[in-house]
């Protein structure tokens, strides 16, 4: 090798050796970038945009408690969903709308109507809460029209408003276990799906009942709610409230049930005025037709 062979050679590999210096760099960044957004994904820790259109359970799934399918997350979709930090909005005067379950879900499908068999009574959900705002009022409206609900609530507003997680019992309906705060579960791994339903039962004290947040689930999930001794519920009728498309229409869809239903309403995660004015006209109506208003059995 001539001297000139040499010195190219060398100043090549020195070249070689920087660059590949620069490359080790930016892989390390992105990394670093990705482990922070995942944290933060993890934490329910909003982004900064504070966006985020209201919704918690669209209907993603096939919610049909009385079959067995194994239903899968929603289709993401790329304004709401649930699946993105980005999507949440975060409520600093508001605790009780942690992280915003408010803020992501998106419904891109209706979940078919599956009427459970058998039952009397139609079944009232509340996810989300507890609200110190709009909880107490539909307590409120359930007593006036002797009926109950199951109420899963979000672990975080529990351990905020022990106060109100006392009086949904005192009112005579349950409360259930809604994750700590509002994860999509099938993205989690086992110890993080864990965490999330023991520290809600910390918070509130143990329930039979959990409803996976967007009604997202798998057959992992599934399982490893049944391992703890716990049950998953799901819903037939959306009443889609979490996007407030006005009271009538609420109000239409809780006037479809029938014996047997299980109808998701909302009691946290924004504005729930149009829901509490839907119930006020709704309950009385279906009482009058005979029908008996409670939580889910078991729950
Ligand atoms: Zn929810």
Known sequence: MSRKGFRTGAIAAALAATLSTAAFVTASADTQQGAVSATRSLLGVPAADGSGAPSPESAPTTPTPTTTTTTTPPAP???????????????????????SPSASSAPTQAPAPTPVQGGGAVQLTFDDGPDPRWTPQILEILSENNATATFFNIGQSAAHYPDLVRQIRAQGSQVANHTWDHPSLPS???AAITRELDRTDAAQGRTPCVRPPYGATSARVRSLIEARGQRQELWDIDTRDWA????ASIEAQLLSATPGSTVLMHTGGGDRSQTVAALRDALPKLRAKGIALQGIPGC
């Open 188 to 190: 989690l791994g086992t």
């Open 77 to 99: 979709s790329p304004s709401e969903s649930p699946l993105s930090p980005s999507s949440r909005s975060s409520t600093p005067a508001q605790p009780s709308s942690p992280a």
């Open 244 to 247: 407030r498309p006005g009271v």
